[in-house]
């Protein structure tokens, strides 16, 4: 199982991070090979590292709030592909925008809404209507 969406774990701040950790290490403790696939400036260590029977996974990112999520979803989803998981879990509806591309690249898909991003202030419209489009295509 692989957890897409996020930027990484243990200890990195926001909520899906917080969810994802207990997530994670309670299927990981049920004998499943999980991995994160976390954003790397975020992260300890530029390598991959195991915390708790999880693997976290470096992956490329850069530091935008407008285009981070995104392209960090991409590049982990042709990531994935390659690993062939059981299943990919993608948090959030910003990186839910890329559910087509994970059902394309044969992946198996579940997706985690968080909340409602789109009716926070510090987005403008532009990003407020690809938040809804990826909450519809996620959802």
Do not use: C
Not at 43 to 59: F, G, R
């Amino acid at each position: 199982m692989i957890f897409l969406g996020l930027r990484g774990i243990p200890e990195i701040q926001g909520g899906v991070e917080t969810h994802v950790a207990a997530l994670a290490v309670r299927i990981a403790q049920r004998g499943w090979r999980v991995e994160v696939l976390g954003r790397k400036p975020y992260l300890p260590s530029p390598e991959p590292y195991v915390w708790k029977d999880v693997t976290v996974t470096p992956v490329w990112a850069p530091r935008s709030k407008n285009v981070e999520a995104l392209l960090h979803t991409t590049l982990g989803l042709f990531a994935a592909a390659r690993r062939n998981p059981d299943l990919v879990h993608i948090h959030a509806i910003g990186p839910a925008l890329l559910t087509p591309l994970a059902r394309l690249l044969g992946l198996r898909v579940v997706v985690t809404h968080h909340g409602f991003d789109y009716e926070r202030q510090k987005w403008g419209w532009m990003a407020k209507s690809v938040l809804r489009t990826g909450e519809w295509m996620g959802m």
